[in-house]
């Protein structure tokens, strides 16, 4: 019975340990799957735009982006085929494990068959049984025999139940087995092309010199247009820290007003002078900070709270998109630099644009050439939606997380679409990447 149970136990730790593995082959399957998603969307858009003679900015960093994402994808194969040799690995050393407990089950069952056959005698059995020398002996030596018959029961259906698994375990051996090959095949066509986009890059890298004057050009323009939006956004947090302040003034003055009215009650009924009530002034704004007066009421510190607690899992301001461009300062080729307050995100034509979390409708801004901006805020914190071709949301409107607030624009020169994403808390940017959900 003891090994019965081992052989139970082995097999419910098989089960376990290949969900558990299936688990995270599913994850890395799906890592994949984004990234070649990501790729295509990408290729989609190049391909749009390869009849150009010069490459555009946009098109340099879909490039640059579309061979990180090849790179990840590399990767992620290579750690999708650690997994699968060691599930090979284990597969293996559990087959041969099964296979020597099958082995013991066998020689186990066939003794019980030979004794079986010793006394199969119903008059042996009999002499067994009243050979006792008590009635208590006669009654251990009948359950003895009902258990012997439960045994060799159990242990047919065990051996059966054993081969079953092995059988299942080959099975999956050889599953993994060409589930390799396929992403050996896959990755080597993967290195393939990446090579080719690597080599493509160094002609453009290359080229800089002899288009370094139309890159400036460029260059300067994306940088007119993000000084636009970074004043509209500025004016927009001024206005709110300066709302803030009156509010906080507001209530300051009715409770002074409140205070005195109180000590003119008291002392009118004492027979006493009034006293003058001193009440605590607001701060003013050059000692406090831009995100303290933004989160000075309860409901202000909740929402900033709530919006802090989903770092990392803020949903993305469209359903499918691919960063072309991340946060902070990005060079092209020598002294050709740009910094970027945000996230340029490429998506579909047409794409929904939505709020990453539920707050209020701050802004909405036209832009000169660069379609429209929407400002939510979140307590101390705002988001910032930018290169809309059409809004759907009104200032003082209530926004919930990922109700769509617009629509992308798309350029109509290069026929690509891209959302400016940017997270700002009080005055200043932040990186969004580690605010949004991975895919």
């Known amino acids: ?64 982006t579309q061979i990180t994402l090849r790179e990840r994808k590399i990767s992620t194969i290579s750690s999708e085929m650690r997994l699968i040799d060691r599930q090979i690995q284990e597969n293996t050393q559990e087959i041969k494990k ?27 059995k009999m002499m067994f049984i009243f050979a006792s020398k ?9 359950k003895y025999l009902q258990q012997f018959s439960e045994s060799r029961k159990n242990q047919a259906q065990e051996i059966e139940k054993t081969q079953k698994t092995i059988q299942n375990k080959i099975a ?19 290195r393939s092309t990446l090579n080719a986009q690597k080599a493509d890059k160094s002609k453009v890298v290359s080229g800089f010199a002899s288009q370094e004057k139309q890159y400036k050009a460029e260059i300067t323009k994306k940088q007119q247009e993000a000084s636009r939006l970074e004043r509209a956004i500025q004016a927009a947090i001024r206005k709110e820290i300066e709302e803030e302040q009156r509010r906080a003034a507001e209530a300051a003055r009715l409770l002074a007003e409140q205070a005195a009215r109180d000590e003119a009650a008291r002392a ?3 027979g006493e002078p009034a006293k003058p009530v001193a009440v605590a002034k607001p701060k003013p704004a050059a000692s406090t900070s831009a995100s303290s007066v933004l989160s000075a009421t309860p409901e202000a510190a909740k929402l900033s709270n709530e919006f802090m607690g989903n770092r990392g899992s803020l949903p993305w301001p ?28 490429r998506t579909n034509n047409g794409a929904a644009v939505r709020a990453v979390f539920d707050g209020e409708v701050r802004s909405v801004v036209q832009m000169m050439g660069a379609g429209y901006a929407v400002i939510i805020r979140h ?20 926004v919930t997380s990922k109700q769509a607030i617009g629509t992308a624009a798309t350029d109509p020169d290069e026929g690509t679409t891209e959302v400016h994403f940017e997270i700002w808390e009080g005055s200043a940017p932040i990186n969004p990447t580690p605010w949004l959900a991975r895919f």
């Open 1 to 64: 019975m003891n090994l019965i149970r081992t052989i139970a136990g082995i097999v419910v730790l098989l089960m376990f340990a290949g969900t558990s593995y299936g688990q995270t082959s599913a994850e890395l399957k799906k890592q994949r799957e984004r990234i070649t998603q990501e790729i295509n969307l990408l290729n989609q858009s190049l391909k749009a735009t390869s009849s150009n003679k010069t490459l555009t900015l946009k098109q340099v960093n879909a490039l640059n």
């Open 98 to 124: 099964l296979e020597d407990q099958l082995e013991k089950l066998k020689k186990d069952y066939a003794s019980m068959i030979r004794f079986a056959f010793r006394n199969k005698n119903g008059y042996n």
């Open 134 to 142: 008590d009635f208590n002996q006669a009654y251990k030596r009948v």
């Open 172 to 190: 999956e051996l050889a599953a993994n087995r060409k589930e390799k090959l396929d992403l050996l095949d896959e990755q080597e066509k993967e």
């Open 268 to 270: 009118k009924a004492a």
């Open 318 to 345: 469209v359903e499918r998109g691919t960063i072309t461009q991340g946060f902070g300062q990005h060079t092209y080729g020598a002294g050709v630099k740009m910094e970027n307050n945000g996230l340029n995100i």
């Open 379 to 398: 307590g101390k914190y705002f988001s910032v939606y930018s290169n809309l071709k059409s809004v759907s949301v009104t200032r003082g409107q209530k």
